[in-house]
């Protein structure tokens, strides 16, 4: 799920950076520093939307570094348990396969798989149906659920299931599995 | 527990059905706590069950390496066996049927701290994965069932001397880099593009990512080609993951043959000995004691010492083939011999039948025909009265040939396998017109999986004291295009396109060419002296030999179409040295052991 969230954080610059342009490298930096990062609380931060630096800065003794405490808006992406979830499959082998979303990734089991899709590694490896109508391989678009995560302090893995109405395969003209 | 019905329902020619029988009978066990077990079904496969017990009990040994799996088969019994699709339906957890990312695959709950079995650890499909001994046998049942409904086999094929021969650049001395740039052209794209260009038909490779000259063994590309059309192939090998890796980039740029099936050293359940956590049915490495336990599944072939350093890493003297300016033969070289064996076991394990089909009794058997018909005898092996004569290592390679040994000399009796050409038994056979060979004639049978000819391995007074290591694969010369020598020992060379090399190793040829020793420069005018008396010999063993001349000679010739003569000789002239000398080895050889 996506949040629109305000975060702070407490900048550290180098006193080279001190003077017009300050404000553009302390921007600068924090998208350096935060995007695409993850932790475990908010998950995936995608993009900051405003940085607003609160106060002036502190210059730390010793270093001659500054602190700046600066709050910013940023859009988070944060997977749930139970979250029904569009993704793209990356690596399919016969324990089960692997599907991205954005920068989450997860694992949906054979276990997790419904019983008429049989894995086939003849060819491109997948999982197919019998009557070849369902395919699931490399780049194909699923809709699949979260049953569980794992939350780092740096990252966040999910298994996913498509045993369940209307998840599967995404087609255009379909409505699911 | 699947009842038969259930078992089979795809089964459509009787084939499938025998195979269903297999695995049902397999899915039978009761290894894992099946209760309900089909009666009729175990009494009408008990006879094969045997056969399948031991494979089950082979897999229990594999598994029981793995530590506290006892626990995992008690909690176990409520696992229903995985005879129905992927028995996933029953499935919940716990017990979880494994981890990724120390999360359940299956219910999404984190693995407990306190959860201390450890599971089969299946890092080579990914880092994270690990399943539990249960999963793991029921993938191992799955994976067998689709496997066979294939008519495929699995084939675990090593790398390093089997496959090619790698070698860390620095351990390639200057003269040598030269000559390979100069006789082959070395492709150093890496990582190599889909499709192998023209001038990876040399098949060697310069990897400056990972410092090392990599040669592929000639026929590779065909091999696995042909191979991945009747096996699911498994690459395992002892070395580094990253290495592995770039190995079957090199192997199979397409990545279709291998898939993501390349087991490495990290991911080994044990470091020292090859041990395999799926059920694999052939098996093809260069090492027979890296598989303890698997030798019946096990096909040995030839190392493959094409670098310097390689031959020096496993203490053998001699040469290597980068030295000698030689590669194997590609169409008659060690791979294919195997891949014709490898055919041979998979048309017979499919063939019908009554019984399902053991493949490590079918290898047993195809071995068993190599030497049958032949009658050995040993002499001056082992000591007269030697109690535990049927222990000892020659008898035993030779009954699993198929030949019949005996102890002593009967009139059924077709080979003599002697180590001193004076011994009493040794002169019998020659004067009975029986073939006399060196021990080593038995290792090049085992691994070349043919009759060898046993004109090359005659005993000789000296045959000990001449070095090399034993070569058996047919090789062909490789020379630079431009030769810089141009001395005597270089023009004389070039007759010799084609040889088995141990052919050159038993002396008279190399004697003929390079000069040799003074000793054989002795017998050599021995037998020039000699010649119009040995050629008039017609007995039977003259003939048999003027027979495996010629064919020897037919190989010669086929394969000295292939290669540009540098001298302009036309292919006959060729021939007819050829000829001339190979009678005259053939004589020397005579003259030799008598």
């Known amino acids: 799920m996506f949040f629109h969230i305000v975060l702070e954080r407490t900048m550290l610059l180098h006193p080279r950076f001190f003077g017009p342009k300050l404000r553009d490298t302390l921007t600068h930096q924090l998208l350096q520093d935060v995007e695409g990062r993850c932790d475990g609380k908010n998950g995936f931060i995608v993009a900051v939307t405003n940085v607003d630096p609160k106060g002036s800065g502190e210059i730390t003794s010793g270093t001659g570094m500054v602190k700046f405490p600066v709050s910013y808006n940023a859009l988070v992406f944060r997977p749930f348990k139970g979250e029904v979830l569009e993704c793209v499959v990356t690596q399919v082998f016969k324990m089960g396969f692997f599907a991205e979303a954005g920068p989450l990734q997860v694992f949906v089991s054979n276990h997790l798989i419904p019983d008429d899709l049989t894995f086939d590694s003849t060819q491109e490896p997948c999982f197919k149906s019998d009557t070849g109508e369902w395919r699931i391989q490399k780049e194909t678009e699923v809709r699949l659920k979260i049953v569980g995560m794992r939350i780092d302090a740096t990252n966040i893995s999910a298994i996913g299931t498509i045993k369940d109405d209307f998840l599967g395969e995404i087609r255009d003209d379909a409505t699911g599995t | 527990m699947a009842d038969s019905d259930s078992a089979q329902p795809t089964s459509s020619s009787e084939n499938d059905s025998e195979f269903a029988a297999l695995l049902e009978a397999e899915l039978d066990k009761d290894d894992w706590g099946s209760e309900d077990q089909n009666a009729a079904g175990v009494d009408s496969h008990s006879h094969e069950r045997v056969d399948i017990e031991d494979v089950d009990n082979q897999i229990g040994a594999q598994v029981a390496e793995a530590p506290l799996i006892g626990h995992a088969a008690s909690q176990a019994v409520d696992e229903p066996g995985g005879a129905e699709g992927k028995g996933k339906e029953a499935g919940i957890c716990p017990p979880h049927p494994g981890y990724m990312w120390n999360i359940c695959i299956r219910c999404g709950k984190a693995k407990e701290e306190d959860d201390d079995e450890k599971g089969v650890a299946l890092r080579y499909l990914h880092q994270g994965l690990e399943v539990s001994a249960v999963e793991a046998d029921r993938l191992r049942k799955d994976d067998l069932q689709k496997l066979l409904a294939q008519k495929k ?53 310069q990897l400056p990512p990972l410092s090392m000259w990599t040669k592929l063994r000639p026929f590779v590309r065909e091999f696995l080609e042909e191979a991945a059309g009747l096996f699911e192939m498994y690459v395992y090998t002892m070395g580094e993951k990253l290495y592995a890796q770039a190995m079957a980039r090199l192997l199979d740029p397409s990545g279709r043959l291998f898939g993501e099936r390349v087991i490495s050293q990290q991911d080994s359940t044990s470091r020292k000995t090859k041990d395999l956590d799926v059920f694999a049915v052939l098996i093809f490495d260069d090492t027979e004691a890296v598989w303890p336990k698997n030798r019946a599944n096990l096909l040995v072939i030839e190392r493959y010492h094409f670098f310097r350093s390689s031959r020096r890493q496993f203490g053998l003297p001699g040469e290597s083939l980068v030295e000698a300016k030689k590669d194997e033969c590609s169409e008659e070289g060690a791979l294919r011999g195997i891949l014709d064996t490898l055919k041979t076991v998979h048309a017979d394990f499919f063939a019908p039948r009554t019984a399902p089909a053991d493949v490590r009794q079918v290898l047993a058997s195809v071995r068993r025909g190599i030497l049958s018909g032949c009658h050995v005898v040993f002499s001056r092996i082992f000591p007269q009265g030697f109690p535990h004569h049927e222990s000892h290592p020659l008898w035993i390679r030779a009954t699993e040939l198929g030949a019949t040994c005996s102890l002593n000399v009967t009139l059924e009796t077709t080979h003599v396998v002697a180590v001193e050409p004076g011994t009493e038994k040794a002169r019998w056979a020659r004067a009975e017109g029986k073939f006399v060979v060196r021990p080593e004639w038995l290792d090049c049978c085992q691994l070349t999986w043919s009759h ?143």
Do not use: I
């Open chain 2, 452 to 594: 060898a000819r046993e004109e090359d391995f005659p005993v000789l007074p000296d045959w000990r004291t001449r070095g090399a290591a034993p070569e058996f694969a047919r090789t062909v010369d490789r020379k630079e295009p431009e030769p810089e020598t141009s001395s005597a020992d270089g023009t004389d060379e070039s007759d010799e396109d084609v040889e088995v090399t141990d052919g050159e190793r038993a002396g008279p040829s190399e004697a003929a060419t390079s000069g040799g020793s003074g000793d054989e420069k002795r017998e050599r005018t021995d037998d020039e002296r000699e010649e119009g008396d040995a050629k008039q010999s017609g007995d039977a063993r003259g003939e048999d030999r003027q027979q495996a001349v010629e064919n020897g000679l037919a190989s010669v010739a086929r394969s000295v179409g292939n290669e540009e003569s540098r001298e302009g000789a036309t292919e006959s002239t060729q021939r007819t040295e050829h000829a001339s000398k190979r009678q005259k080895q053939e004589h020397e050889v005579d003259e030799g052991t008598l």
């Open chain 2, 153 to 205: 086999l699995y084939l675990v094929v090593d790398l390093d001397h089997t496959l090619l021969n790698s070698t860390r650049m620095a351990e390639v001395p200057d003269s040598d880099a030269a000559y390979l740039r100069s006789a082959y052209s070395p492709t150093t794209v890496f990582p190599p593009a889909a499709a192998p260009s023209a001038n990876e038909d040399d098949l060697l490779y």
